[in-house]
């Protein structure tokens, strides 16, 4: 199943930079190694906002949102999930 998520990052403003530092380290080793995996296929930065998007291809609701709870900066984002289907009008034989 793939899902199409817009995650913002909502840091306050007075954390700890070491800790934020720590926090982005973990949470790109994890993208990272989802994205090996290929569970967390891409990866976009919205430009000038501390957010991206991104397309995840798991095996159900429950794993993304497992996924999701897993990420180190998770209680800091705000989080948008759209479910994603083929479109009849594609002309790519899938979904790459």
């Known amino acids: 199943m793939l899902f199409h998520v817009k995650m913002s990052v909502h840091l ?3 954390m700890n930079p070491e800790r934020a530092a720590s926090l982005k380290a973990d949470e790109k080793a994890l993208a ?4 090996q995996e290929g569970k967390w296929r891409h990866l976009w ?3 000038g906002l501390y957010a991206n998007y991104s397309v995840f291809d798991v095996d159900s609701v429950q794993e993304l949102h497992d996924l999701l709870m897993q990420l180190p900066l998770y209680p800091y984002m705000a989080i ?17």
């Open 32 to 35: 990272q190694r989802l994205q």
């Open 45 to 47: 930065r919205i430009a």
């Open 12 to 14: 306050p403003v007075d």
């Open 80 to 96: 948008e999930v759209n479910a994603l289907c083929r479109h009849p009008s594609s002309i790519h034989a899938d979904d790459r």
